[in-house]
């Protein structure tokens, strides 16, 4: 039979949504131990939020999906939310702002149109961001709870890239465009072609020298970035202060004994990134990544407020966990009646709930099914003086119960 | 009834504008069709030259989507609604093959020389939210993302979308010659979007499986690589125009009358209720803005399916509609601050659901069965009033169905190319003549008069709006 779902959208499956749940409770248990709180903002959302500069790249707004709402008739449009960090900020703008410091986090999906049947056109994606305090301390906390719950989730050969939003920015400046020519490299960039900038026309040597030097040097320290700095004594005074901020990140992170590599290109999508940015690789995909946008409080007309944030990718980090311990162990109980009169149904339900009241998982069994996925099976014979058989399936022994009290006691035991 | 389905070659071929130049281009190419000039009557066409090639006219905005959804393998369509159809589904199943030799005028983005905007870097950078007026809602909607304006609303209209800047709009994307042209409608011309040029168009699947080979022969003459019209090839800058300064001055009423077959007993209306106006006759649009002698109206003249969501903008307070636009509206937008005050006695047209008459069904409940029993799943409906007509379809549980949006005389698409129309109906005759019949009779609808609730509850506007209601409703014959 032909599938009735929608194109680009995926169901989630029992075994799947285990791989989803895990790492929603990692994440959810490492913010909250970070000091987070979580919120959740709607799924529709007006679409200006979205347009205004600084926010999200032409491409990805060209593949939001926008409508007229029953009562658009004004023309305003509402969207279905392409990007969790911009309703958090909204959130943020029009509910916290009173608050100095505002640590917030979200489990979500965001839609985004995917014409090659590829990609899901509804992803999930857990984020954290900071609003409020100064530069450094927060941009490292960030990027550490990101790490800590790639680590608990046990994903291994994960590579942590470090870059800086205002270095792209002034090497662009370098390069004396006009400003059409310059948005449209700066688009290019965001979509990943790095080449842009080596093509661009007008660079002088000087520049030339810089662009090489970033674009294909990968460096693992704070000592690098020095190295750089040193290298470059002529470079702008925009180039340098986002050298020192970048440096004092690495420092930071040297010190917390965090590896990482210094990668000007890791930086995707995302306009409004002015700081400090970062991304998590792993299996050769993006799993997730952040950084800092200082402008974006501001430009949705909230107060001056800085603030960073990062966002794991749900769906590549499904693919990576590793469940099988979960997996080998026999677990749950079958509630099994041998006939099924109403008087033994109804001792079913009673023996079922008497051993969840215990803590126990407890299943009733309608219909023959197979035995072997259960820890335990209890028969419901109603014969007295034992109305009860409990099979031990892991070591394959049987015994006769008389009482309720009985079953949950020998379960209990093990 | 013939199948058109199997083993024929079908070409979409376009009404209005390019329907001369396009008969001249066939006739070249020795791919004539008798029937196809100004005068016809016919819809269905038949080459003299190839038995297996059929061809229907249609209106040029129908033809993309006909041909996306795979009614037709091939057509000649004008590049403005090929790019409104290909800028919001890119992966669609339409397929550009080339530009052909003829086409006139561009689309352009257009300002008013009051609406204080002078280069587009004012549209990125400013804080504003730009209304933006058009009949290509799509081509608007990415040039303003392109452009990363901030905030914009977009109008879609069916017509006179140049009547609508200053006061209503403050951008305008709209078809027009030249720059020049541009100016001499007292609007700046701001930025070429495209030129308007006819193009050959496929089917991607006929494209990729179908033996076409025999017509794309016939047009090879006319693929040569400098077929595409040039945007360069005129410049001109808005320094260089001179500009027609209509005066424009807001005022405390605003009335919208209607285009087309309406004028005419609209006209007579007015004429009754004592409204002496400026610019406003029996037949053509002499003025978008005729005056009234009564010096805080202003009178603006409208596509009457454009008016509903004019007057729910506050753009009018009053406006002379149908209600089928009406209904039209408020299916789309139910709590849209539009009310009917009373209708005018003319205009009266019933709103039908029509079946080919071969179709065996006599009511709207027995075609439910016949859908549910998986003959003609999914139903394809074909309409004018979208919003109607799912309305409709949903109220009558017909499920599964497609709708087709159409631009008028939807009674062409059947058999072929639909299942059921939604459309209005004056006398009947029209259905008769193309075998069809009606099973259901939504509504009756005729001109009303239209108006804001908000107006009629404003200290300021209520007593002008009262009295002028009041004025129309004593024209009443």
Known sequence: MKSQKCKGMRDLLPEEMLRFRRIEDVFRTSCSNWGYQEVRTPTLEFLHLFTATGTLTPSMLSKVYSFLDWDGWSGERVVLRPDGTIPVT??????????????LFYVTNIFAFEGTGKENRERWQCGAEFFGGAKVAPDVEIILLAEEVIRKLGISNV??????????????????????????????????????????????????????????????????????KASFPKASRDFKSSLDDLINVATLLDSLGCNYKIDISAIHGFEYYTGV?????????????????????????????????????????????SLEKEKEVKSGILVKGKELTPEIAETCFTVAESLRSAEHTAELAFTDREESDYRWVILVSGKQPSPFVIT??????????????????VVNEG | MMDYRNGYIKLALPKGRFLSPTASLLAEINLGFQDYSDKTKQYRLRSARFPNLFAKILQEKDIPIQLAVGNYDLGICGLDWIEEFLVKYPAGALVKIASLNY?????????????????????????????????????????????????????????????????????????????LDIAGQGLIPLRRLLPVNAFLIANRESLESKDLSQILDCFSSQLTDDAQTSMENESDTSEALKISDTLWRAKEINLALPDGHQQPPTLQLLKRAGLELQGYSENEVVSRRPSADLDWLGIKVIRPQDMPLQVANGNF?????????????????????????????????????????????ADIHELRALVQ?????????????????????????????????????????????????????????????????????????????????????????????????????????
Request: net charge positive; with cysteine; charged share 25%.
């Open chain 1, 90 to 103: 909204r959130l943020y703008i029009d509910n916290l702002t009173g608050q100095e410091l505002a640590r």
């Open chain 1, 159 to 228: 590579r942590l890239q470090l870059s800086h939003a205002g270095l792209v920015r002034a090497l662009l400046k370098k390069l004396k465009l006009s400003p059409t020519e310059e948005a449209k490299i700066a688009n290019r960039i965001l979509e990943g072609d790095w080449q842009a900038l080596t093509k661009a026309k007008a660079a002088s040597p000087e520049v030339q020298r810089i662009m090489a030097t970033l674009l294909s040097l990968k460096g693992k320290s704070s000592s690098f970035l020095h190295n750089v």
């Open chain 1, 277 to 321: 940015c970062f991304q998590f690789l792993a299996a050769g995909r993006n799993i997730g990544g952040g950084g800092r946008y200082d402008n974006l409080v501001p430009l949705m007309n909230g107060k001056d407020v800085p603030a960073c944030g990062f966002a794991l990718y749900v769906d590549p980090m499904m693919k990576l966990l």
């Open chain 1, 392 to 409: 031990d399936c892991v070591r394959g022994r049987q015994r006769d119960a008389a009482s309720m009290a009985e079953i949950v006691k």
């Open chain 2, 103 to 179: 086409g006139e005028g561009f689309i352009h983005v257009v300002t008013s020389t009051q609406a204080d905007i002078t280069s587009l870097d004012e549209l990125s950078n400013g804080r504003n939210d730009y209304r933006i007026v058009t009949e290509y809602p799509n081509l608007a909607e990415a040039f303003a993302l392109d452009l990363r304006m901030k905030r914009f609303r977009i109008f879609p209209v069916w017509g006179a979308a140049e009547a609508y800047p200053p006061e209503n709009a403050d951008l305008a994307v709209l078809w027009g010659k030249s720059g």
């Open chain 2, 317 to 361: 307070d009053l406006a002379i509609t149908g209600e089928d636009w009406l209904r039209e509206h408020l299916c789309r937008f139910p709590s849209s601050p539009v009310k009917k005050l009373f209708v005018l006695g003319f205009g009266a047209v019933e709103v039908v659901a029509a079946v080919s008459q071969e179709m065996p069904v």
């Open chain 2, 373 to 477: 029993s998986n003959k003609f799943a999914p139903l394809k409906v074909a309409s004018e009033y979208i919003n109607i007509a799912d309305r409709y379809l949903h109220d009558n549980r017909i499920n599964p169905c497609k709708l087709i949006p159409t631009w008028g005389a939807s009674e062409a698409f059947i058999p072929e190319d639909a299942d059921m129309l939604i459309d209005n109906v004056q006398t009947g005759k029209t259905l008769e003549q193309h075998k069809l019949k009606i099973i259901d009779v939504l509504f009756q609808s005729s001109a009303c008069l239209i108006a804001n609730k908000n107006s009629l509850a404003s200290p300021d506007k209520k007593e002008k709006t009262g009295f002028l209601a009041q004025k129309l409703r004593a024209g009443l014959s």
